[in-house]
């Protein structure tokens, strides 16, 4: 008997393995329908000519075509070959119809970008676009639905694995979409937003609001403006109003506005390059993803070879370089939007207060539907200042009065947009004098676009920089009484003002973010800048030597050195350091001293192999959070990054920032050293509970672990292993080789926003310019080339960026040949 039951469970058992394999291998083999053949020709309408895409062996794909639109139809081609599901995302998700697709959970996401409504003004854009950009927008639009098209009659696998899993009809690509993909980066762009609402946030909570200048400082370099206090313009409002915070959804483009964006670009002159060309690098920084948002092309168009990074849905290359012309961008830091508080009709609600009386609300239904759920229909509001939102979006709730609502003027709302169109004329342009005349009507995101030709340098801020009134009450810098005149923008100003610089003496430009100008109020450009830190260690990288070279620029892109740390830490420490005798072994002021021999031998560089990078990023976390915390109370929890500004001028008592130290609920006085001790225990206990006490052991790149993940199969256990692409990473949120810390969850370390892209361009030898990526080409994880790059981004090392077609063909993994149909 119990022979005959061990028999009919090793049968069942392997029956059940033998249909795991059988599932197994049939989810591969569908999923593997998908993978693009990149050697076939294909016939296809759309193209007056051949176009022939030449896959070299990081499978960038060169494409050759008769006309600039038989390229760009290429490009299309390719983009969908290697990242539909990336594309189908973002479409979805300005469109605001992700929860058509993945169901309640992202709701909230639809909402806001239905209230803003970017992709309709997308489509109305498409009116506004000159017919030469329209043609070239179709041609690229028609190479995406070629490739579509493509999948539907020959059973590709839907084009994508995901969409087996995920099941959505799948529309074809439009002109608008295109348009619509750069309203989503100028979204995924900006801070100002979220930046204002936490200043009135923070002025409110503080018992002292003059100290809001230290927690929330002005760039250093210029004068600090009065302030206004918040509860002033609108008394009544509670201290502290709990807010829902931001998601963390990797589907959400909403982040804090710390990931508001950020990059390095930097050129040099022939006047200080040693080969005698001009030299220029850029590195953008996005949100790490896999597969990475950029995606490396070669087009040859009439005017010539471009090369460099594209973003799949856009039809032109960002950041790269032809023959005669390289551009990097960096994020402006522009102030693009305000935040307006409008006074709703205490007689009749459907109305809002303007500096004439009471008006209508502009209204309009929009039906949100919602897999495995019944619709939603929300009602959309607009004001003179532009569309109303949510109390739930960016917490406004928390600072919006009773009988008000908040409305949003933004830059990226302008419908006569030609940001797209821009940036195709770009590369066409010849010198620096084309591409700034090629720029000219850009609208959003903002941009600092850096550019060398063969003889010179440049930067430009290219995008619209609001004009405001001289008596706006916050100068834009919190939320204003929308019924006001004075807060209302007046426009934008001329692109002529736009901050520009060309071929300056020293022969070397760029930009970290930093602030460029410091121009007076109205007339400038933004109080808000995205780094005060990088700028430093880069300028002395530059002044460092009398010349630089390709391998010198890419030194310096890839620097780990901390400025920050340099700098704070003698100031934090400097009645700790070798103050007297050791302690006993196994004691908590042991293990203190060990951390401070260790930090004081250390040069400040984050590598990933050393300990004293996560001792030191510690220590900062905790010493600004016992500086805060009694002051703001659950709002602290919400500045989820060091403030090195804040902390020089607490340590340095500047103002009278160093109150700060002094804990209130205490009888005692403390002093900034009593904190500074007391908060690199607190470190050192985080770092004994989740690493142990051997701090000598202690390996940076373990908590800062570059997180590649998946925005969707990423949280699926087992998938996620195949899926997610994680590293362990040098650098910091302060370092050139910017790795900016999630800054909330567990491990606070985890690098989450960096470098997706790196670019070096050498005009003295064009073809020896080089560049990277931080995945691969591929967005299909079965493809070898979804993480081929990533070791090498890692590493630090990079790619040929060349134009030579013969080199190209000459180690092709495959060329494909479309031709006309007719």
């Known amino acids: 008997m119990l022979g005959k039951v061990f028999l009919w469970l090793f049968r069942i058992a392997t029956g059940l393995v033998v249909l795991a394999v059988i599932a197994v291998a049939l989810v591969y083999w569908f999923a593997s329908r998908s993978l693009p053949d990149y050697d076939k020709t294909l016939r296809v309408a759309g193209i007056s000519a051949p176009v022939e895409i030449v896959r070299d062996n990081a499978d960038v794909p060169h494409i050759f075509g008769a006309s600039d639109e038989d390229v760009l ?21 300005v469109q605001g119809r992700l929860s058509e697709v993945f169901g309640p959970r992202t709701l909230k996401i639809d909402k806001l970008l239905r209230r803003f409504d970017l992709y309709g003004i997308a489509r109305e854009a498409v009116n506004y676009q000159d017919e030469e950009t329209l043609a070239k927008l179709r041609a690229y639009a028609a190479g995406v639905n070629a490739r579509l098209e493509e999948i539907n009659t020959s059973a590709l696998g839907r084009g994508a694995p995901e969409l087996f899993l995920f099941s959505a009809p799948v529309a074809p690509w439009t002109p608008a979409d295109s348009i619509a ?50 509860a002033g313009l609108f008394p009544g409002l509670p201290r502290y109003a709990e807010g829902a915070g931001y998601s963390d959804d990797p589907l959400s483009p909403i982040r804090h506005p710390d990931f508001a964006g950020a990059s390095n670009a930097f050129a040099a002159a022939p006047s200080r390059s040693a080969a005698g060309g001009t030299l220029l690098a850029n590195d953008p920084h996005l949100g790490f993803s896999a597969p990475t948002i950029w995606y490396l092309a070669r087009l040859e168009l009439q005017s010539g070879g471009v090369i460099g990074g594209t973003i799949p849905g856009i039809p032109s290359v960002l950041s790269g370089r032809s023959d005669r012309l390289g551009w990097g961008l960096t994020t402006a830091y522009v102030d693009d939007q305000d935040v307006h508080i409008e006074q709703l009709n205490p007689q009749n609600p459907q109305e809002y207060r303007t500096p004439d009386g009471f ?63 821009a940036g195709i004329r770009l590369m066409s342009a010849g010198n620096i004098e084309e591409a700034l005349e090629a720029l000219r009507g850009t609208a959003a995101p903002a941009q600092n676009v850096t550019l ?36 209302r923008w007046q426009g934008f100003q001329p692109y002529e003002q736009n901050p520009e610089f060309r071929d300056p003496p020293g022969g070397i430009l760029g930009n970290t973010n930093n602030k460029t100008v410091d121009r007076p109020f109205p007339d400038h ?298």
């Open 73 to 93: 139809y290429g490009l299309g081609y390719a983009h969908a070959q290697d990242r539909l599901w990336q594309m189908l995302v973002m479409r979805w998700t």
């Open 181 to 230: 993909m750069g309203k989503l980066m100028a979204l995924q762009l900006t801070g100002h937003m979220g930046n204002e609402v936490m200043r009135a946030r923070t002025s409110l909570a503080l018992p002292d609001p003059d100290r809001l200048r230290d927690i929330m400082p002005d760039a250093p370099g210029g004068a600090i403006a009065a302030l206004p206090k918040y």
């Open 359 to 421: 008006r209508q609300f502009e209204t309009r239904g929009s039906i949100i539907r919602i897999k495995g759920a019944e619709p939603v229909t929300i009602t959309l509001r607009w004001t003179d200042n532009g569309p109303v939102l949510s109390g739930a979006d960016y917490d406004l709730e928390t600072i919006t009065p009773p009988g008000h609502v908040a409305s949003v003027s933004w830059t990226a709302l302008e419908v006569d947009d030609k940001t797209v169109a």
């Open 452 to 487: 060398a030709d063969r003889s010179g340098i440049a930067m430009k801020t290219v995008g619209l920089i609001p004009a405001r009134d001289r008596g706006h009450e916050t100068e834009g810098r919190m939320p204003t009484k929308g019924w006001l005149a004075q807060n």
């Open 525 to 822: 450009v933004s109080y808000l800048w995205g780094d005060t830190q990088r700028v430093h260690r880069w300028r002395r990288l530059m002044q460092s030597r009398e010349v630089h070279t390709r391998d010198s620029f890419i030194e310096a892109q890839l620097d780990t050195v901390s400025f920050t740390a340099r700098s704070l830490l003698p100031l934090i420490g400097k009645d700790l350091w070798f103050t007297g005798e050791a302690a006993p072994e196994g004691t908590p002021e042991r293990l203190r001293q060990r951390a401070l021999e260790l930090l004081a031998d250390w040069n400040g560089e984050m590598n990933e192999h050393l300990p004293e990078p996560l001792i030191y990023a510690a220590w900062l976390r905790a010493l600004q959070t016992r500086l805060i915390q009694d002051d703001l109370g659950p709002l602290a929890e919400e500045f989820v990054h060091v403030q090195p500004v804040f902390l020089e001028r607490v340590f340095r008592n500047i103002d009278g920032a160093a109150e700060w130290c002094d804990i209130r609920q205490s009888s005692p006085e403390e002093t900034c050293s009593d904190i500074a001790r007391l908060a690199l225990d607190d470190a050192l206990v985080w770092i004994e509970e989740r690493y142990g006490d051997a701090l000598e052991s202690l390996r940076w790149g373990d908590a800062h672990q570059a997180t590649h993940d998946h925005q969707i199969l990423g949280e699926v256990p087992v998938l996620r292993h195949f899926v997610n692409i994680r590293q362990s990473t040098s650098g910091g949120d302060n370092t050139l080789l910017r790795g900016m810390t999630r800054g909330t969850g567990p491990n606070p370390y985890l690098n989450v926003h960096g470098a997706g892209f790196r670019g070096v361009y050498d005009f003295a030898d064009p073809n020896s310019s080089v560049f990277i990526t931080s995945t691969g080409q591929s967005g299909h994880f079965l493809s070898q080339h979804y993480d081929d790059l990533a070791q090498l981004w890692r590493r630090g090392e990079y790619v040929p960026m060349s134009l030579d077609a013969d080199l190209a063909r000459a180690a092709n993994e495959g060329i494909t040949v479309l031709e006309p149909l007719d």
